[in-house]
């Protein structure tokens, strides 16, 4: 079978879909990338590339191909553009680019912006395969939730273009169970099938490398954020909580990675002179693993907005997998698969007092109590998350849209 993946996002970039692809082609799939210049999440192309032109390379024996785009930038307008010049190249070179390449199936791994599937469509028309679409945020409403849209019009409009993919695609996955409803009012009668995310199997196994030294970790009782610190992930409720915990000097937040939002935190940081939150900055993916098994909590925190009720954060299958306590600030869907798997503690969205009452909690227990929580949410990765498994169902959704394209 010959897949094409598109996704705006990929290695170097740290998305999962970097592994699923890797693990696809171990797995004797025939696999090639169509994607932009790596630029996320600092906002500037990274060291090595440059924004404008096509390009092609190979990494772990998979062929990417890459189509200009304007760099993100500190967001706002810059953004907008930057999600808009990826459809504008799609549309435009990547016929050319792939002019002589046959495809069984295009898969779109689709987080923000869902608007990437639109090239990836009409490479479908014009290769005459089918097309399936994994959803991985919910549009417009996650445009609505972080700000970034406002005007009704346009919110309107967006909705339209989801309309307009979903209709198109052979096969929608969905990330979360409380995707299937608002996706199936727009889909119109196109398959949807509930595909979570998981992560490289490296995160459920021992690490067998320390990670940097990073102040506040392997201390007392260190409490760890790693992945976006943006809008979305309302890290303003790590700073309160931060604050209100400063008078146990023994407990440390470490918030690892990069984002719109690591600025003002360091600022806050600095202004309210807190001494227990540290931000090092961002990591490569494959320390993460030995940074997560060395925290004594995991936390994951998303705004309190009802998009964000119904979206499980990536992180959370990484946390399970790397066996520690997890604390969850968020409303939902993710929250239920912690408290389900036993795995840790639920504390509302954006309540900073609940935050902090809850991480005083999970400090307050046994060494042996913490350790059981990080055994369940291991075993329940590995019964509902397992990413070999997960490939495998995922070849098996490309085969059945195949064979129905065939008929």
Known sequence: MRVLVVSQYFWPESFSINALV?????????????????????????????????????????????????????GGGRLALNYLSFVVSGLLFAPWMLRSKKFDVIFIYAPSPILQAIPALFLGKIKGCPVVLWVQDMWPESLSATGHVKNRMVLKLVEQAVRFIYRHADLILVQSRAFEEPVRALASGTPI???????????????????????????????????????????GVIVEAASLLKEYTDIHFVVLGDGSSREWMLKEVGQRGLSNLHSPGRFPVETMPGFMQKASALLVTLADQPIFAATVPNKVQAYLAAGRPIVACLNGEGARLVVEAGAGLATPAEDAKALADTILRLYRLSPTEREKMGEHGRRYYQEHFNHDRLVDQLIGHLQTVLRKDNR
Request: net charge negative; with cysteine.
């Open 22 to 74: 890797n693990t696809l082609s171990a797995k004797g799939i025939e696999v090639e990338v169509l994607t932009g210049k790596p630029n996320y999440p600092g906002g500037d192309v990274f060291t090595g590339y440059r924004a404008w032109g096509c390009s092609r390379e190979i990494h772990q024996g998979i062929n990417i191909n890459r189509i200009p785009l304007l760099a993100r930038g500190n």
């Open 193 to 235: 099938v509930y595909y979570p995310n998981s992560v490289d199997d490296t995160f459920a196994i021992a690490a067998t490398q320390e990670p940097p030294l990073v102040e506040g970790l392997g201390v007392g009782f260190s409490v760890m954020f790693a992945g976006n610190i943006g809008i979305a992930q309302a890290v």
